[in-house]
């Protein structure tokens, strides 16, 4: 308890910090005032000055406090949560509670957020309900064979969450009209495809055993049941999903956690298909079983999905579908719109349902979704979650963690936020979704002014109007703050609020009352000319943060000056390497130093350009000393320059010609130092350019001894080769084993005589 004590209190000074963050925009009545974030009002009497209007009562707690209200006439309602019931987190079955607390009462300002912490841990060995809902067209034939030996795993694998688990049984087929159940009398009353089956008459829904502990009783009623049939492959699964949620009385459901495991391997009907069966009613969300568990679907359309989310969700059941793989993408779609609810695979013959249930009870168990059953108009909830996994949240529309196993706590913080005043306490319910303990929240605004009774005729307005809140509201023919002209007299002549004869009554900021301005917003002062708003910024802020404003300019602090209070009134930024400032080459304003033409860095200690800029100088000095001559003829090229010649050669930044110089800057003015170095051979330079030309001249060497030498072969094999031309023998030889071909041609035809 003194925990959650101290969060509320933490909590309140956040929520009044954040308060007095806002702009405050002011307002002329007390009402509209509290609507403001931000924003108090003073009911002091003599707090306004005369020339001041209504509005300046209107302002931020501290502006009012500073202007000289008395706290105890500031009217300033602060948000708080206080608690009405905040019973401990308890395991003890008989006494469980997982949601604390218990019972709230918040009152807000218009605008400004309010947050208050929500714990939340399941109970270890919670009890658990859970009525199986299965499908007995005739393709579930095997599944029913089954299922009928299925109780005792199902209670044993529950039992192991927890000791107290009861167990019901359902069926359900389709709407006994066409186009779903055949209406010829022999097929409607054995639906089966074939004549060996026999199968029972179709039927929408059937509680067949209501929730129990004896798992022979389970086996017994199963046993019983007979395989069905219908025309067409959806079937009327909604429908029995709603008789199941709805007759809590009839399915004996309990106030623990409540499970319907809805098995079938097809789809299923939906609002709008009853229509072709000629059902346009559409469904009245209530429970119609008989007296035999029986329920008629042929007055009713089908249900909704939004309808029975809502009803799933009201009832606190938790929905786990157990579909076949090829109807798994319709069931994924509908638990989408579903919460608390889960999808598992379902085999062919259903021998996987326990393992299925058990995951699906796991990650049912192991999600947490934390939201309120309405939203009153003008009201804003959202949700941050504290998992306790490390991770960063944002503000959702509902608390929601992941993983999270049982006997773990998890935290939550509401923030409540109201844009408009309520006309009355709004009462919502923020519960834990499949739990059925809620947190009760009752939510007020904080826009009554209580400011007492209001005081007619009152000595302060002069006994013409009547004080509320510190305001006169004078009675008719009087004016003024405190009703102290008659408005039918010469007393309201405007000429008396013109500044210097301006052409502008009160400078645009006011109105003239009783010969007096009366200024709006936040101008103030006798022509309403004043304006604590309009300062000069720096940086963004108004007279740089380091001051007030007061009637347009900035009033500084002592240690702060300018128009903006921008400047330091220390120095020390102006003389860090030396005593004088800015190296006497600038004027150090603000700390920091402003250099002379020529010069730079932070404290102008640097010459710009100095090599270019002493040139002359050098060459003037390098001239008159190689004369012998006075550098006195050098005054016009150098100034007041201070010349320093250095023996032998030296590396220094300029260079002029076969002169090396310096150019610095000392306490005693421009000095610069010189030294002459004659031009020599870079040994090195020679000693490189040498080595490569020589390189280069044994590769060109080369290359042209290779090809003359290429060229001497060339030729030489060219006149081997003719030499052998010549040599070569070409006379003609005969070849003994070479027989010519010989051809007798005799025509039978052609005899000639002898």
Known sequence: MKFVVVVLILHFVEQNIAAEALVCQPQRSCLECLKSPGCAWCQQQAFLKPEESDERRCDSLKSLIDRNCAKSNVID??????????????????????????????????????????????????????????????????????IKNLGQDILDTLQKVTQTVRIGFGSFVDKEKLPYVSQVGPRRRNPCPNRIDTCQPAFTFQNVLPLTNNAQEFKREVSKQKISGNLDSPEAGLDAIMQATVCQKEIKWGNVTRILVYTSDDTFHMAGDGRLAGLFQPHDGQ??????????????????????????????????????RKSIPAYQALSALIPQSVVGVLKDDSSNVVQLISEAYWNLSS??????????PGLRVSYMSDCKDGA????????????????????????????????????????????????????????????????????????NGILSCGVCSCNEGYLGQK????????????????????SQVCSGHGSCKCGQCVCI???????????????????????????????????????????ACQCPTNTDMCHMKNEVFCSGQGECKCNRCVCKEGFMGEDCSLITDPCPKYQSCVKC?????????????????????????????????????????????????????????????????????????????????????????????????????????????????HNPLFQGATTTTVNPLHIQDG
Request: glycine share 6%; hydrophobic share 30%; aromatic share 8%.
């Open 392 to 463: 960063s949240r944002n503000w959702q529309q509902r608390g929601e963690c992941s993983g999270i196993g049982v006997n773990k706590q998890v935290d939550f913080t509401v923030r409540l936020k109201a844009s408009e005043c309520l006309k009355e306490p709004e009462t919502l319910k923020i519960q834990m979704q499949g739990i059925s303990e809620v947190l009760k929240v009752t939510v007020e605004t904080l826009c009554d002014c209580k400011c007492g009774a209001a005081e007619e005729n009152s000595q302060h307005c002069g006994g």
């Open 483 to 502: 009703c102290e002209c008659k408005s039918n007299t010469d007393s309201n002549n405007d000429m008396a609020c013109r500044q210097d004869n301006s």
């Open 77 to 146: 309602p602060r948000a708080e949560t206080i608690s009405m019931k905040d019973n401990q987190l308890n395991n003890d079955l008989e006494n469980v509670v997982q949601l604390r607390p218990q019972s709230i009462k918040v009152k807000l300002r218009v605008g400004v957020p309010h947050e208050f912490k929500v714990e939340f841990k399941r109970a270890e060995g919670y009890p658990i309900d859970l009525y199986y809902l299965m499908d007995l067209s005739y393709s579930m034939k095997d599944d029913l064979e089954r």
């Open 521 to 563: 917003g936040h101008f103030y002062g006798k022509f309403c000319q004043c304006d604590d708003s309009s300062c000069e910024r720096h940086d963004n802020e108004m007279c740089n943060g380091r001051g007030s404003c007061k009637c347009g300019k900035c009033v500084c602090n002592d240690d702060y000056r300018g128009s």
């Open 367 to 376: 999600t947490l979704l934390l939201e309120q059953d309405r939203t009153p």
């Open 621 to 733: 000095a390098v001239e008159a000393r190689l004369q012998k001559e006075s550098f006195d003829i050098c005054s016009e090229e150098c100034g007041l320059v201070e010349l320093s010649w250095l023996d032998g050669c030296h590396e220094l930044q300029c260079v002029y010609s076969d002169v090396n110089y310096d150019v610095t800057l000392k306490q005693t003015g421009i000095l610069i130092t010189y030294a002459n170095c004659t031009s020599t051979i870079d040994k090195t330079t020679v000693i490189i350019g040498t080595s490569v030309s020589l390189i280069i001249l044994i590769g060109v060497v080369i290359i042209i001894v290779y090809r003359v030498l290429m060229e001497l072969y060339d030729r030489r094999e060219y006149q081997n080769f003719l030499k052998a031309q010549q040599e070569a023998d070409w006379n003609m030889t």
């Open 287 to 324: 429970c119609h079983l008989k007296e035999d568990g029986s329920y008629d679907g042929t007055a009713f359309d089908y249900p909704s999905v939004g309808q029975l989310s809502r009803i799933l969700q009201g009832n606190n059941i938790q929905l786990i579908f157990a579909g076949q």
